[in-house]
């Protein structure tokens, strides 16, 4: 079954600063990765999708990466601001199936 | 841009009654989904549903839950006799390659 853990649950970070979010999962027989964002009691929204043959993806000041060998993804926020702060989705589906797999999040504050 | 919208935003029910929600999913898109989320946990995934048929669900997803694209547009999820521990956000996605989410249904079952 698969498994999805992100670390840090959650992060503290000033104004400005580069960071880096951890995705991994159990199953590496992945079909696709995709990253979401969730502000406080809304929906989720897309942010990237990476195919299992892709090894990352880039969005304006957000670039993710996939390892499907190691079953890890990382997100890259470059350069961050207030406006960043939400919980970060990471989620997986298999080749088995068709649901996508949710990880508990890492909820992000940016402070100015 | 296109996007799947989700009514009621807010629903409050008694317990034993049963509910509808609501989805219009993006119009191309081939696959449908629901998912809840208890308030302070994890996205969980319920059912998907291609080809006016589920394909596949989760464990979450028992008899009480059913799913019906009735026309062209809508897609809905009822639950027939309504717990207790089925207060959550209730989510719709529709798919093509990525996934796209509304922004939910809160069920509140007092």
């Known amino acids: 079954k698969q498994e999805v853990t992100q670390i840090p649950a959650a992060l503290s970070v000033p104004e400005g600063e580069n960071l880096v979010l951890n995705c991994s999962f159990t199953?590496?027989?992945?079909?696709?990765l995709q990253w979401f964002r969730q502000d406080p009691g809304k929906g989720l929204t897309s942010l990237l999708l990476?195919?299992?043959?892709?090894r990352e993806q880039t969005s304006g000041r957000l670039n993710a990466s996939l390892d499907k060998s190691s079953g890890r993804s990382t997100l890259y926020i470059a350069a961050s601001q207030p406006g960043d702060s939400a919980t970060y989705l990471c989620a997986v589906i298999t080749q088995a199936g068709t649901a996508l797999i949710f990880g508990k999040g890492t909820t992000l504050s940016v402070s100015s | 841009e296109p996007e799947v919208t989700q009514t009621p935003s807010h629903q409050v029910t008694q317990m034993g009654q049963e509910v509808i929600l609501r989805c219009v999913p993006i119009s191309n898109h081939l696959y449908f989904y629901w998912y809840r989320q208890i308030l302070g946990q994890k996205v969980e995934f319920l059912v998907s549903f291609y080809n006016n048929e589920i394909s596949e669900k989760s464990e979450i997803f028992d008899d009480q839950f059913s799913v019906e694209r009735p026309d062209g547009s809508n897609f809905t999820l009822k639950i027939r006799s309504t717990k207790l521990e089925d207060s959550a956000m209730y989510f719709c996605?529709?798919?093509?390659?990525?996934?796209?989410f509304g922004q939910g249904t809160r069920l509140t079952v007092v």
């Open positions: 996605a529709s798919s093509l390659l990525d996934f796209f």
């Open positions: 990476i195919q299992s043959s892709q």
């Open positions: 199953d590496s027989a992945i079909y696709n």
